[in-house]
């Protein structure tokens, strides 16, 4: 990801802050620096560890026991299901949206086929990828 001369660049800040177990907004990594494009910016050691202090006192940050609540709301019949068209709304409309594509990429890697009634089983493997994406 970088060398501890160089430092990261400020493209990776989301995933170095996350391979740390934090889980930041991609709005909030792009105020503490982060770019959306590689070679704008590089961020040195002693300019992320506030960055990282910065997110760990944060309190708006979801974690995975967060969404699993969130898909237990959508399981009408309490058995570990949901319909897929609640679950591809909520992903492409709501907090921090995802691309069609990284909808269709998570479905086609992680979801079981829907059944006769478009139900589909919400699983431990679509919750760790989902956290990947983001």
Request: charged share 35%; aromatic share 8%.
């Amino acid at each position: 990801m970088g060398s501890p001369n160089e430092g990261i660049d400020a493209v990776d800040l989301g995933d170095a802050l996350r391979s740390l177990n934090l889980n930041p907004t991609l709005a909030f990594i792009e105020k503490l620096g982060g770019t959306k494009r590689r070679h704008e910016k590089k961020i040195k050691l002693e300019e992320f560890l506030p960055i990282y202090s910065q997110v760990k006192k944060e309190k708006e940050q979801g974690c995975y026991e967060d969404f699993v609540e969130c898909l237990k709301l959508y399981d009408k019949q309490e058995d570990g299901t949901m319909l897929l068209a609640e679950l591809q709304h909520a992903l492409l409309s709501l907090g921090e949206n995802l691309e069609d594509e990284q909808v269709e990429e998570l479905f086609a890697d992680c979801m079981d086929p829907e059944d006769d009634d478009g139900m589909i089983p919400y699983s431990l493997k679509l919750l760790q990828k989902f956290y990947s994406l983001r």
